[in-house]
């Protein structure tokens, strides 16, 4: 066997230090024989970026709204970001800095954010070796954010309501206003026979009926809303009920004529009464609330990010 050179031994020492960076690379010593080949194996590639994606998520316990930004790697790596909120800005890296590769379901939630505002994300993943692969630009938005109703009383709760649609408000169903009904239970139904809704005047009634109300729930009866399920009720031609457009009131009766759930807008509140823009709980059916795009028995989303 012939003798390896020493100058062989010591590049292989600073390999095995990870001093050096090398893909498919080969290594020789000074005599050219194909037999005195040592190849190295592609150990060391960039991870690539995939399924890039965020969604606004629950404030979290000091009541700031959260943004979670996914992705994955395919292979281990770090997970950090770098934002903005002005498309000319420097790049701010997001921290704290994550520095172990050891995941390809990468994570970061940013939490802070400002209402009414775009921001400008990419985001960065690194091998054990720290080579690293920087994503293209995205973005996402935030609408106005609410987190102070805590008013409800049964399962049955107010979960969107639409003040301003576009056309006539007491236009025909599925048009004009309406307001969402969701049953937050997950083993109890409920029987919505004789219970209404009014605005600020109280005696403005806009009585839940089987003509009035879509029920999510196609297999069950239409008054009744079962867990986790969805009743929309259009005011629909009705000329007592009103939402104005600058302040007013959703309550929630039940048959005996007890409030049991309530919100309130204001303008004066920095609530902002855009047409066709509804006011919700997020995540549905939590005592947290937002205006997002409207969203009709369906689940609430935050926008298309």
């Known amino acids: 066997m012939k003798k390896i050179s020493a100058k062989l031994i010591l590049i292989l020492l600073l390999l095995n230090m990870k001093m050096v960076s090398i893909s498919g690379a080969y ?9 005195n080949l040592i190849r190295a194996g592609v150990w060391n590639v960039a991870p690539n970026i995939a399924d890039v994606s965020s969604r606004l998520a ?27 909120i002005d498309s000319g800005d420097p790049w701010t890296l997001f921290e704290p800095e994550d520095t172990t590769a050891d995941k390809t379901n990468q994570t970061v939630t940013i939490a802070g954010l400002l209402p009414l505002t775009t921001y ?33 009383k049964s399962d049955i709760v107010i979960n969107e309501f639409l003040p301003n649609p576009a056309g006539a408000d ?12 969701f049953n937050r239970s997950y083993t109890a139904s409920h029987d919505l026979t004789g219970w209404y809704l009014s605005d600020s005047v109280v005696a403005h009634h806009l009585k839940i009926t089987k003509t009035n109300s879509v029920n999510s ?17 259009y005011r629909n ?14 309550n929630l009766f039940d048959n005996t004529g007890t409030l049991v759930d309530q919100y309130e807008y204001s303008n004066n509140n920095g609530d902002t009464v855009l047409e066709n823009k509804s006011f919700c709980r997020y995540p549905d059916g939590a005592d947290t609330w937002f205006d997002p795009p409207a969203t009709p028995g369906r689940q609430n989303l935050l926008g298309n990010f």
């Open 217 to 233: 729930d196609s297999t069950g009866q239409a008054m009744t809303l079962s867990p986790r399920q969805f009743l929309v009720v």
């Open 58 to 84: 629950t404030p979290n316990a000091i009541n700031e709204p959260q943004t979670v930004i996914n992705w994955t790697t395919d292979r281990p790596a770090t997970a950090n970001l770098e934002w903005k």
């Open 27 to 35: 290594l020789a010593d000074s005599e050219t024989s194909g037999n």
């Open 120 to 152: 400008y994300y990419r985001v960065h993943s690194a091998n054990q070796y720290g080579r690293e692969t920087v994503s293209k630009e995205y973005k996402f938005a935030t609408g106005q954010f609410r987190f102070d109703n805590f008013f409800a």
């Open 170 to 181: 007491d236009a025909p169903m599925p048009a004009g206003e309406w307001v969402e009904l």
């Open 237 to 250: 031609g009705n000329h007592g009920f009103n939402l104005n457009h600058d302040a007013d009131q959703v």
